[in-house]
């Protein structure tokens, strides 16, 4: 077990270059089983989630070549389908795109129920229903979810009951060499959704309306290899710029793509930071004075639920009440308890934190309880006066690259060093 220990107080300072998108690179990763050739994909992010999707599909028959730590070339020629690893499979969400991409290229699929983060319950119905309808059976059983289109795929008329971003890949996964027409009704409009569509546009697919509520695709007999750069990261974005903010700082963050942060950049503004946008970067600057400011969670172009932990220890600081619905997972609080123990003032409410501004924070020995929530403690340790150790740091690692190289380039006292497993266990336990 490892741990993060950091000094916190220093203004984060420099320039900061943000990596592929992990929510565009692992559907697309997994799409890849649907091509008939080799794929050459760049900007994939070096983090834990993509190193296991990888290995689900090197383990199912894949010849997989990193070709440097973000260039990576996938040949599924001759992969044999429902072979993938249950162990695997569970330790990520991501994995449930292997339904889609085996139903489409096999019509059958038999893979463990999905993993990754705890923030409540996440079930898949939406994808089942859109599996369904193109002509699947589907049963669960033993841990493992089982489709089989027993008169092969075909396309169909869906309307997806609540947006959903999965929902909306893993059909599109599952519809593009189906016969006939499918189309996906109030579809998710998210940029990895975009991004996941012109991967497979590229490889010979005929989808559109990618990026509005109604997508269609027109089945095509296969799918060629093709070469491919994913979409630059803008929760990672976000989360660089929410940082600069919170410790006060000035940060220059590269490869990003300004249109997809509007929403953050916009909160920022209000609660008073000063951003400057540019054509591939922006520039954010804190002040260390900021002002109340409510946010509600809304699927894109609304203010991400990726980013919402990370405003928290921002907004503890705030003059004022501030409040958070988040009406995407409504369970994603469970951070809350370690920024209390950190002084923050919040309180939950059905689907809403109520944060009462203090005037700092203070360090403590916390954990990180999913991907957002771990960097969302991260960032109060950088603003505390102190020492801050953060425990189960898997967390944090799974979607964000070359971390630690990254903050201390910014100027930031951290440091990943080994936790004495009783600690670590207990920490986990707590």
Known sequence: MEKYVISGGVPLRGSVNVGGMKNAALPIIFATVLVNGKC????????????????????????????????????????????????????????????????????????????????????????IKGFEALGAEYSVKNGYISLRAPLG???????????????????????VLAKGITTIDNAAKEP????????????????????????????????????????????????FMIAA???????????????????????????????????????????GKYKKTSIKTLPYPGFPTDLHPQMAPLLAVANGVSYIKETIWPKRFRYVDELKCMGANIKVEDNMAIIEGIDSLSPAVVKAVDLRAGFAVLIAGLMTDGITEIYNIQYIERGYEDLIPKLTGLGAKIKKI????DIATEKKAN
């Open 192 to 239: 990895h959704v975009v991004d996941v569509a012109n991967f497979l546009n590229t490889c010979g697919a005929r989808i559109s309306g990618a990026g509005t509520d109604m997508i269609k695709i027109r089945g095509v007999e296969s799918l060629h290899g093709c070469n491919y750069a994913i979409i630059p990261d803008m929760i990672e974005a976000g989360t």
């Open 418 to 421: 080994n936790a004495p497993d």
């Open 245 to 287: 903010a919170a410790t006060g700082g000035h940060v220059r963050i590269n490869n990003v793509i300004p249109k997809h942060l509007e929403s953050i950049t916009a909160k920022l503004i209000e609660i008073g930071a000063k951003v400057d946008t540019m054509d591939d970067y922006v520039m954010v600057s804190g002040n």
């Open 40 to 127: 050459r994909l760049e900007n994939i992010p070096n983090i834990s989630d993509v190193a296991t999707s990888l290995k689900i599909l090197r383990g199912m028959g894949a010849d997989i070549r990193m070709l440097d730590k973000t260039t990576v070339e996938i040949d599924t020629s001759h992969i044999v389908g429902s072979t993938s690893e249950y162990d695997l499979v569970r330790t990520i969400r991501g994995s449930y795109y292997l339904l889609g991409a085996e139903l489409g290229r096999f019509g059958e699929s038999h893979t463990a129920y999905p993993g990754g983060c705890d923030f409540g319950t996440r079930p898949i119905d939406y994808h």
């Open 153 to 175: 795929v075909r396309g169909s008329a869906i309307y997806v009951d609540g947006v959903s971003v999965g929902a909306t890949i893993n059909i599109m996964l599952a519809a």
